[in-house]
C-alpha cells in the first residue's frame, strides 16, 4: 500500500521561505504524476502544485512564481521549495498522486503544517 510522510512544515514569517519534503513508498514512484495539496483551516482541500513522471510542471494561480515542486525519482520523493510566504499559505500540506479531483484519493500521509505569522 502507498505510504506519504511530508516533512519540513515550520512556523515563519511572512516572506520567509520553506522547503518541504514527501518520501513515498509502497508505489514505483517514477510512473506517476505527483502533487502537493493542501488544506487551510475551515476550508476544502486543493491542489496547489503537480509534476508529471516526464517533469512538466502546473501551479495555482495563487502560488505561481513562488512555489516550485520537484522530484527525484532515485530517492522516491517529491519536494516544494516555497517562497515569499503570505498569510494566506497556512495550510496542511499533503502530497499525493495528481488527481484534477483530489477527492477519488483514499490514502493521505499525517501533511505537515506551515504557519504564516509574524
Known amino acids: 500500500q502507498v505510504q506519504f510522510e511530508e516533512s519540513g512544515g515550520s512556523q515563519v514569517q511572512p516572506g520567509g521561505s520553506l522547503r518541504l519534503s514527501c518520501v513515498v513508498s509502497g508505489t514505483i514512484f517514477s510512473f506517476y504524476p505527483m502533487a502537493w495539496y493542501r488544506q487551510a483551516p475551515g476550508k476544502q482541500r486543493e491542489l496547489v502544485a503537480s509534476i508529471r513522471s516526464d517533469l512538466p510542471t502546473d501551479y495555482a494561480d495563487s502560488v505561481k512564481g513562488r512555489f516550485a515542486i520537484s522530484r527525484t525519482n532515485s530517492r522516491d520523493t517529491l519536494c516544494l521549495r516555497m517562497d515569499r510566504l503570505e498569510h494566506e499559505d497556512t495550510a496542511v500540506y499533503y502530497c499525493?498522486?495528481?488527481?484534477?479531483?483530489?477527492?477519488?484519493?483514499?490514502?493521505w500521509g499525517p501533511g505537515t503544517q506551515v504557519t504564516v505569522s509574524s
Open positions: 499525493n498522486y495528481y488527481r484534477a479531483d483530489s477527492k477519488t484519493l483514499d490514502a
